[in-house]
C-alpha cells in the first residue's frame, strides 16, 4: 500500500481492507484521482486516498452517512490539553451498557436469555445508543423498528440507573479505570485542561461520572474538568432532545465542540492537543477533528483495525503520561 495522507502509523498489514469501489460508489480506484480505497476491519468507514489528500467516509445505519478530510496530525509535548473518552478510558462500564443492549434485543425478540456474539462487540460499544440497536435489529429482528428498541431501552436503563443509585441492582456497573486519580491529578499539578467526551447521554453518562467521583473521592465533577461534553438529552415523546444520535463519535463534533468551544482552544493549537481513547469509533472522532489519538488497551481499537490512525498507544492511562508532559 501507498503512504497514506492522515495516517501516522503506516504498518496497515492485517488492519484494512483493499476495495476497487466505496459501497456507495461514489469512489472508484482510478477515476478522479483516486488512487487506493481502504476499509478498517469493521468496516464502519471507508478511507478514499488521493494523492494529495484523504476522504474519509462514515457510514450510519440511520442513514445520513458523512465525508471529512482526514488531515496529518502532529502532537508536541507537553500538552495544554487532554481530551479523555468516558466508557473504557475513564470509567469500567462497556459490559453494563452491552448487557442493556442484550436486554433490549431480548425484549424485542422475545427471549429474555438473549446473548449478544462476541463478533457484535464492536457494533455495540463506541457509537450512539440508535446505531447500536440499529446494528441488533439489523442481525436479529430485522421486523422491529428503532424507534420500538429506544422505548425498551430507555425503560429497562432508567430502572437500573435508579436501583444502582439506590445501592441495589449492579452497584459495580461503573468503576475508576486503573490509575484514573493520579493520572488526572498530575494533569491538574501540571496545568493542563481536561476535557471529558462521550456518545452517551447525559442521563446514561452523568450518573457514570458521579459515581466514579464519588468513589476517587475527587468532589463534584463539573467543578474539576475544565469541560465536560456529552451526546446530549434524549429525544422521548414528550419532551425536547439534542442532537445527539446522528452526530456523535466517529464523527468528529463531540471532540472538536469539547475543544474549541469547551476549553477554548484555536485550532492553530491542535499541536498542543492530544486525546485518548479505547475504542475504534472515538480514535476516529479524534482524528477527523484533527487532534493526534492516544489508544488504551480493552477496548476494539485493535479488533476494529484502526491502530494505524493512533500516534501511540499504551496499557494504561498512567504510561501515557510521559508523552503528555513532554518528557520523551
Not at 4 to 16: A, D, S, T, V, W
Request: aromatic share 10%.
Amino acid at each position: 500500500m501507498n503512504k497514506i495522507i492522515g495516517l501516522e502509523n503506516m504498518n496497515f498489514e492485517g488492519h484494512f481492507h483493499e476495495l476497487e469501489a466505496s459501497e456507495n460508489r461514489m469512489f472508484k480506484i482510478g477515476v478522479d484521482g483516486v488512487e487506493q480505497i481502504l476499509t478498517p476491519l469493521d468496516r464502519k468507514v471507508e478511507l478514499i486516498a488521493f494523492k494529495d489528500k484523504t476522504l474519509v467516509y462514515v457510514k450510519s445505519a440511520m442513514g445520513y452517512p458523512a465525508i471529512y478530510p482526514l488531515a496529518d496530525t502532529s502532537f508536541e509535548g507537553p500538552a495544554e490539553a487532554v481530551l479523555m473518552d468516558l466508557d473504557g478510558t475513564s470509567v469500567y462500564s462497556e459490559p453494563f451498557w452491552m448487557w442493556i443492549i442484550e436486554q433490549t434485543t431480548g425484549r424485542l425478540i422475545g427471549n429474555p436469555k438473549f446473548k449478544l456474539e462476541h463478533e457484535d462487540e464492536p457494533h455495540v460499544s463506541g457509537h450512539s445508543v440508535s446505531e447500536h440497536l440499529q446494528y441488533c435489529i439489523d442481525k436479529y429482528c430485522p421486523d422491529k423498528s428503532v424507534e420500538e428498541a429506544r422505548k425498551y431501552y430507555f425503560e429497562i436503563t432508567n430502572h437500573e440507573l435508579k436501583e444502582i443509585m439506590q445501592g441495589r441492582g449492579h452497584t459495580n456497573a461503573f468503576k475508576p479505570t486503573d490509575g484514573l486519580k493520579d493520572f488526572l491529578m498530575a494533569l491538574k499539578d501540571n496545568n493542563i485542561k481536561i476535557g471529558l467526551v462521550t456518545s452517551g447521554l447525559y442521563e446514561k453518562a452523568w450518573p457514570e461520572i458521579v459515581s466514579a467521583f464519588k468513589k476517587l473521592g475527587l468532589g463534584d465533577p463539573k467543578d474539576f474538568y475544565d469541560a465536560i461534553i456529552t451526546a446530549g438529552q434524549a429525544l422521548r415523546k414528550g419532551q425536547t432532545g439534542t442532537l445527539g444520535e446522528l452526530s456523535p463519535k466517529p464523527h468528529p463534533w463531540l471532540y472538536a465542540e469539547t475543544a474549541r468551544v469547551g476549553l477554548g482552544i484555536n485550532p492553530s493549537k491542535r499541536h498542543k492537543v492530544i486525546g485518548i481513547e479505547d475504542s475504534a469509533a472515538g480514535v476516529l472522532s479524534i482524528r477527523l477533528a484533527g487532534f493526534s489519538a492516544i489508544g488504551i488497551a480493552g477496548g476494539n481499537i485493535e479488533a476494529s483495525g484502526v491502530t494505524p490512525f493512533l500516534h501511540s498507544k499504551y496499557g494504561n492511562l498512567m504510561d501515557s503520561l510521559p508523552l503528555i508532559l513532554g518528557e520523551k
